[in-house]
């Protein structure tokens, strides 16, 4: 077969490798920690999957609109608006299997080759995978973890061109649970205001956030016209198999997004979608009480990690991945993940799996037991002890 120049462009996300690495291990027997998935480990609510139950029975078996269903629609609008302290209309929401179609789908409708598009480093994978897929060139922002993983407003000034079509924000962010400070987001908005570029602002973990409350870039100033929101239900709710996401953004772009949709997936799926519809409009006690427990660990897993010596780690202020600095440690970040895995059996990603400037760190996703974090740590305090410092 002869593929497309343009299938050598994509990147991937290893998450899902070493998933497959971790499970061959221990499929020979061996015990391993997860931490390298980016899922809580928590139940869909009840009365979610009661309500897709219900809908199976009342037959939300077919096709449905490519942007969603309305009553979907009109809910995650008002949620946005709520959450967000903004006015959302409906017909700026366009529902996706997932929150990573609207990555790709925003991606391709605004950049082609010649453009450039500004993302963070450490970041996602998709973003520059996709950046690079439609021609466009990535950009990267470094965040710096002595700014507690943000960015430099000035270093990001200095990035745009005239060729700037696209700017991605994510917090709070993976893979550092870092936080943009909202006076940052301002001083963003207005270069993205005054250049007229649109901002793609990744808020999968809007509702993870441990101190004080969650800003949206969209909600400065001029922003209403150039603001992009990729949200859904994977991590709020822990739907992650059901891939629920949506995005909210100018109706003139969303018309290209639900156009992008009926042309890949048609639609979400329709008893799915209702599930969310119970998520968004039922309780959200067990939103809060799977924050409290993901506190409970983050404080007990950091703690824990700055207590080894060569490793130092960042308070995440949100999501639930910590990002230890590891470069004292005598390995590459990546040879330090594999022997993690298989001499210590803990799965974590390298720092470097999230782009080049993540080079020296390591991510482990805290989704997991407080038994099995303690498990983990003992193991790694072993592993970092035997391969020594620099
Ligand atoms: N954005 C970020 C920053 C993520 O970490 C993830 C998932 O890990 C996604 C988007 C995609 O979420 P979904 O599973 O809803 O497609």
Redesign the pocket.
């Known amino acids: 077969m002869r593929f497309a120049d343009r299938m050598s462009l994509l990147g991937t996300e290893t998450a899902f490798e070493v998933l497959v690495k971790a499970r061959a291990l221990e499929a020979t027997g061996r015990d391993v920690v997860h931490l390298e998935i ?1 899922e809580p480990d928590f139940d869909t609510p009840r009365h979610v999957i009661e309500a897709a139950k219900e809908a199976l029975d009342q037959g939300y078996t077919h096709y449905g609109p490519s942007a969603g269903l309305p009553e979907l629609r009109e809910a995650i609008a008002q949620d946005v608006a709520r959450q967000r302290g903004t006015t959302v209309q409906a017909s700026q929401v366009v529902v996706t299997p ?3 179609p609207i ?1 790709f789908f925003v991606i391709m409708a605004l950049a082609q080759p010649g453009d450039e598009v500004i993302y963070p480093n450490p970041g ?1 994978p998709i973003y520059e995978s996709v950046i690079r897929f439609v021609g466009a060139t990535p950009v990267p922002i470094p965040l710096r973890e002595d700014k507690k993983f943000s960015l430099d407003v000035n270093e990001l000034r200095d990035l745009v061109t005239e060729r700037t079509r696209l700017i991605i924000l ?1 917090s709070p962010q ?1 893979p550092t649970g870092g936080i943009l400070p909202q006076a940052d987001l301002q001083a963003i908005a207005e270069i993205a205001v005054q250049r007229g570029i649109p901002v793609l602002s ?1 808020e ?2 809007s509702r993870m956030v441990y101190d004080g409350e969650f800003h949206s870039i969209t909600t400065c100033d001029g922003m209403q016209e150039l603001g992009i929101i ?1 949200d ?1 239900f ?1 991590k709020t709710y822990a739907m ?1 198999g059901w891939r629920l ?1 949506y995005g909210v953004m100018p109706e003139e772009l969303a018309v290209h997004v639900t156009r992008l949709m009926t042309n890949s997936n048609s639609c979400t799926s329709s008893f799915s979608q209702r599930a969310a519809l119970a998520a968004l409009t039922g309780p959200q006690e067990p939103v809060d009480a799977m924050m409290a427990e993901f506190r409970r660990r983050r404080d007990i897993f950091v703690e824990g990690l700055n207590t080894i010596p060569g490793v130092r780690c960042a308070m995440p202020g949100g999501a639930f991945y910590a990002f230890p600095n590891v470069s004292q440690v005598s390995r590459s970040c990546k040879e330090l993940a594999d022997y993690l895995l298989q001499t210590g059996g803990v799965a974590s990603l390298a720092g470097v799996d999230f782009g080049v400037y993540g080079e020296g760190y390591l991510r482990f996703s805290y989704a997991n037991s407080q038994a099995n974090l303690r498990k983990a740590l003992e193991r790694i305090a072993d592993c970092v002890d035997q391969l020594g410092h620099r």
């Open positions: 980016g997932g929150g990573k990555m996602f994510n993976n990744d999968i973990y990729l859904g994977s992650t996401g």
